[in-house]
Protein backbone atom coordinates (compact mmCIF):
# COMPACT_ATOMS: atom_id res chain seq x y z
CA UNK A 1 0.00 0.00 0.00
CA UNK A 2 2.51 2.29 0.98
CA UNK A 3 4.56 1.68 -2.55
CA UNK A 4 0.87 2.56 -4.46
CA UNK A 5 0.78 5.74 -2.04
CA UNK A 6 4.28 6.83 -3.18
CA UNK A 7 3.84 6.05 -7.12
CA UNK A 8 0.28 7.72 -6.94
CA UNK A 9 1.81 11.03 -6.09
CA UNK A 10 5.42 10.59 -7.65
CA UNK A 11 3.02 10.51 -10.91
CA UNK A 12 1.07 13.50 -10.13
CA UNK A 13 4.52 15.63 -9.52
CA UNK A 14 5.64 14.26 -12.59
CA UNK A 15 2.76 15.72 -14.78
CA UNK A 16 2.06 18.63 -12.33
CA UNK A 17 5.84 19.93 -11.72
CA UNK A 18 6.20 21.23 -15.54
CA UNK A 19 2.93 22.24 -15.88
CA UNK A 20 3.11 24.71 -13.04
CA UNK A 21 6.33 25.83 -14.51
CA UNK A 22 4.36 26.11 -17.85
CA UNK A 23 1.97 28.56 -15.73
CA UNK A 24 3.97 30.52 -13.83
CA UNK A 25 6.59 31.81 -16.54
CA UNK A 26 6.38 34.55 -18.62
CA UNK A 27 4.67 33.82 -22.46
CA UNK A 28 7.78 35.07 -23.93
CA UNK A 29 9.88 32.45 -22.29
CA UNK A 30 7.60 29.34 -22.07
CA UNK A 31 9.85 27.24 -23.94
CA UNK A 32 13.29 27.97 -22.47
CA UNK A 33 11.75 27.86 -19.02
CA UNK A 34 10.40 24.11 -19.98
CA UNK A 35 13.92 23.86 -21.94
CA UNK A 36 15.95 24.55 -18.64
CA UNK A 37 13.59 22.58 -16.44
CA UNK A 38 13.87 19.46 -18.38
CA UNK A 39 18.04 19.72 -18.94
CA UNK A 40 18.15 20.30 -15.07
CA UNK A 41 16.19 17.03 -14.55
CA UNK A 42 18.42 15.12 -16.81
CA UNK A 43 20.98 16.04 -15.09
CA UNK A 44 19.61 15.43 -11.34
CA UNK A 45 19.02 12.03 -12.98
CA UNK A 46 22.31 11.53 -13.75
CA UNK A 47 24.55 13.30 -10.84
CA UNK A 48 22.09 11.22 -8.36
CA UNK A 49 23.05 7.93 -9.47
CA UNK A 50 26.26 8.91 -10.07
CA UNK A 51 26.47 10.19 -6.26
CA UNK A 52 24.68 7.48 -4.98
CA UNK A 53 26.88 4.47 -6.24
CA UNK A 54 29.94 6.64 -4.58
CA UNK A 55 28.56 6.77 -1.75
CA UNK A 56 27.27 3.35 -1.80
CA UNK A 57 30.93 2.04 -2.58
CA UNK A 58 32.45 4.63 0.13
CA UNK A 59 29.72 4.20 2.78
CA UNK A 60 27.82 1.60 2.32
CA UNK A 61 23.95 1.34 2.77
CA UNK A 62 24.20 3.01 5.85
CA UNK A 63 25.89 6.05 4.43
CA UNK A 64 23.27 6.41 1.60
CA UNK A 65 20.70 6.44 4.22
CA UNK A 66 21.92 8.76 6.26
CA UNK A 67 22.47 10.93 3.53
CA UNK A 68 19.26 10.92 1.89
CA UNK A 69 17.58 11.16 5.63
CA UNK A 70 19.85 14.19 5.69
CA UNK A 71 18.43 15.47 2.19
CA UNK A 72 15.12 15.30 2.58
CA UNK A 73 14.90 16.72 6.24
CA UNK A 74 16.84 19.90 4.59
CA UNK A 75 14.19 20.10 1.59
CA UNK A 76 11.42 19.91 4.01
CA UNK A 77 12.82 22.31 5.97
CA UNK A 78 13.12 24.25 2.82
CA UNK A 79 9.63 23.82 2.05
CA UNK A 80 8.56 24.69 5.38
CA UNK A 81 9.89 28.52 5.26
CA UNK A 82 8.82 29.40 1.57
CA UNK A 83 6.65 31.76 1.16
CA UNK A 84 3.93 30.55 -0.66
CA UNK A 85 2.37 32.84 -3.51
CA UNK A 86 -1.03 32.62 -5.62
CA UNK A 87 0.22 30.97 -9.04
CA UNK A 88 -0.84 33.56 -12.23
CA UNK A 89 -4.44 33.01 -13.93
Do not use: D
Request: no cysteine; net charge positive; proline share 6%.
Amino acid sequence: MVLFVFFVAFNVLEASQPSLISRLAPPGARGAALGVYNTLQSLGLFAGGALGGWMLKHGGAPGVFAATTLLVALWLLLGWVQQVSAAKP
